[in-house]
């Protein structure tokens, strides 16, 4: 199946999703990394406000590239899921309802994901020019000290992803 849905119908629309659909996602989506994810568990640890609201919230990790002259972003590619996967689980109980990233993630995380009708959605490698153009907006929230790391918020459009793992234990990875 094909969806064209907007960040903000996730929760409503992860339960119907499968692993292998393909969604072109739309709408408002936070990149974060291992040293912001490290910061941000840090954050909730000392009881501070977060860079952003985790209820809801899609998390693209990636780290983009500064922006060329008129364009919102430089290249915007995916990296491996697999190096937040100490954090992912927390974040899915916090609210989280989306992750993008790329490759094979671990099974606490599959749990999690299950357990809180959430989904993890793959970005295709390599094509992080490509990708940037389905970026119309993008500005740094938090974390600017960590450059290309730092949590930004970006406005998809037309985000082209795959369901890799869905919230009924349907797995891309897994054969």
């Known amino acids: 199946m094909e969806y064209t849905l907007n960040t903000n119908q996730l929760r409503e629309y992860a339960p119907l999703l499968k692993a292998g659909d393909r969604v072109i996602l739309s709408g408002r989506v936070y990149t ?22 985790l209820k809801d919230a899609v998390i693209y990790y990636a780290g983009p590239t500064p922006a060329p002259e008129n364009l919102a972003i430089g290249s915007c590619g995916p990296t491996t899921s697999s ?14 309802v989306a992750m993008i990233g790329k490759g094979e993630r671990n099974q606490a995380v599959c749990d999690a994901i299950i357990r809180n009708k959430a989904v993890y959605l793959c970005a ?19 974390f600017d000290d960590l450059g290309c790391e730092s949590v930004k918020e970006l406005t998809f459009n037309r985000f082209p992803l795959t369901v890799a793992i869905d919230c009924n234990g349907g797995n891309i990875f897994v054969r």
């Open 32 to 53: 974060s990394r291992d040293a912001a994810h490290k910061r941000i568990t840090q954050y909730i640890a000392d009881g501070k406000d977060l860079p952003y609201d």
């Open 83 to 96: 190096r937040m996967d100490v954090f992912a689980p927390d974040f899915l109980d916090r609210g989280v």
């Open 124 to 142: 295709i490698g390599g094509a992080g020019a490509l990708a940037s153009k389905c970026i119309t907006d993008c500005k740094v929230i938090a």
